[in-house]
């Protein structure tokens, strides 16, 4: 009923750069939010980012001020501009909806299949 798709992942240097994209797509009604998370090897799911339909935006305290998320205007798709990347942050990142689709009437947790971020020099 939510497909999310997301790309951007790669080999990034220490200090440098990568925007991450997920892809909303589905018969979807409504969105409550949309959030990046990461899980690193042997670590537990943990939330980096959220953007809500009501405009609120969280970060989680070690990516302050180094990670934006963002959308289109259409919820199509969701950003993550990541900057001033450190090795800490390598982890496999998922884009996560909080969305009403198909002929629910109430909002259900959906997952992409994630995407690789590795900082290395």
């Known amino acids: 009923q939510v497909q999310l798709v997301e790309s951007g992942g790669g080999l990034g240097q220490p200090g440098g750069s990568l925007r991450l994209s997920c892809k909303i797509s589905?018969?979807?009604?409504?969105?409550?939010?949309i959030a990046w998370y990461r899980q690193a090897p042997g670590q537990q799911r943990d939330l980096v980012a959220s953007i809500a339909s009501t405009g609120r935006i969280d970060y989680e305290e070690s990516v302050k001020g180094r990670f934006t998320v963002s959308r289109d205007s259409a919820w199509n798709t969701v950003y993550l501009q990541m900057n001033n990347l450190q090795p800490e942050d390598t982890a496999v990142y998922y884009c996560?909806?909080?969305?009403?689709?198909?002929?629910?009437?109430?909002?259900?947790?959906?997952w992409g299949q994630g995407t690789q971020v590795t900082v290395s020099s």
């Open positions: 589905g018969s979807i009604r409504h969105i409550n939010h």
């Open positions: 996560h909806a909080e969305a009403m689709a198909g002929g629910n009437y109430y909002h259900t947790h959906y």
